[in-house]
């Protein structure tokens, strides 16, 4: 992982977020629509939908998220980055195609998925740091009672996304800063749109 704050970091996000990921050409090695998994019903957030204050339940918890179990097995290896990408355009599923999100997946020390998620929907374009350190601490807290030593797993999700474009950059970056910050180990970081996926470098 490089260091966010050196020469690798990303430009500076302008007071207007251009997308202009949205005109590439879909990179190689970038995950086609075609790897969307077979169709279900979109999955819902572990928690009532908002900001990052609210904590992350397990999939075993009685309520809306129990579809994701069927996404994902909790238990699963998740050993890579590009095992990363298929286990985010699983949960995720057809909310690939909706507003800006982000979506967390914790996995313990040997990189086998917990039964965590923490999506949140309807994100700004330009990351907030403060919102970012407090999910980042909510995550961190999480894997040091349940799982020491585990990893988050981070999607940027948005329908035009999939690619470099500046809110995924500006979000991956403010997101690996306050878990740097916090030290909670970010395993992978992916951006997912309705037509292209790929892994970010970070």
């Not at 057809?94 to 949140?120: I, N, T």
Request: aromatic share 2%.
């Amino acid at each position: 992982m490089t260091d966010p704050h050196g020469a690798d970091a990303p430009d500076p996000v302008p007071d207007t977020v251009p997308d202009t990921a949205t005109d590439e050409p879909q990179p190689a090695g970038s995950a086609p629509d075609t790897d969307r998994p077979p169709s279900r019903a979109p999955a819902a957030p572990a928690h009532p939908r908002g900001g990052p204050g609210a904590g992350p339940l397990p999939w075993a918890a009685s309520g809306p998220d129990d579809d994701l179990a069927d996404a994902a097995t909790p238990g699963v290896a998740v050993p890579d980055a590009a095992a990363a990408l298929d286990l985010m355009l699983r949960l995720v599923g057809p909310e690939r195609a909706g507003p800006p999100a982000l979506w967390f997946a914790l996995l313990d020390a040997e990189r086998r998925l917990l039964p965590v998620v923490l999506p949140l929907s309807e994100v700004p374009l330009r990351p907030d740091p403060a919102a970012a350190r407090q999910v980042v601490h909510v995550l961190a807290s999480v894997l040091e009672r349940e799982a020491p030593g585990g990893s988050a797993v981070v999607a940027v999700v948005r329908a035009a996304g999939g690619d470099q474009g500046s809110f995924e950059r500006a979000w991956a970056h403010a997101l690996v800063l306050a878990a740097t910050d916090r030290d909670l180990t970010v395993s992978a970081v992916v951006a997912i749109g309705e037509h292209r996926a790929r892994v970010l470098a970070v």
